[in-house]
């Protein structure tokens, strides 16, 4: 008999809040997490998609089934991670004006810190954000494998 895992690998980054005193950088930064990470592991791991997304997306959101919930919910064996860099993050400057988008959606501004170091791509590099990223997602999807 075969003994195989079911995986998945995900980008993301880790968001840290601009201003971490501010409430609105915080909830940027969780957006960003939602967006990116949020969107793929908590139908796999919670059996729906983020609160922000299912409020700010609504009836454009996909729904699963009961019988697919079956399926999705605790299907995973383990998750891999591409990680890049980090970004700080602070409230996006998207309006009702503008039309729906993911990034709409997200509404998010990113950036990378002052005082880090750029990779020849231009990427932020700040490694405690490597270690940021597997705390967030140890205590956000409760130490999945």
Do not use: C
Not at 51 to 74: C, H, W, Y
Not at 110 to 139: E, H
């Amino acid at each position: 008999a075969q003994k195989g895992t079911i995986g998945i690998v995900l980008n993301t980054a880790h968001f840290y809040p601009n201003d971490p005193s501010s409430q609105a950088d915080i909830e940027a930064a969780q957006r960003g997490y939602d967006f990116w990470y949020g969107w793929f592991l908590d139908p796999m791991t919670k059996g729906e998609y983020p609160k922000s997304m299912r409020e700010t997306v609504g009836s454009r959101l996909p729904t699963f089934t009961a019988d697919q919930l079956k399926i999705v919910v605790g299907s995973l064996d383990f998750v891999a991670l591409n990680y890049y860099f980090p970004y700080v993050t602070s409230p996006g400057t998207m309006t009702d004006a503008d039309e729906p988008s993911y990034f709409k959606d997200m509404n998010i501004t990113t950036l990378f810190a002052p005082s880090w170091p750029l990779s020849q791509t231009g990427w932020g590099i700040y490694a405690p954000g490597l270690r940021d990223l597997l705390i967030y997602t140890k205590d956000t999807y409760k130490n999945i494998p």
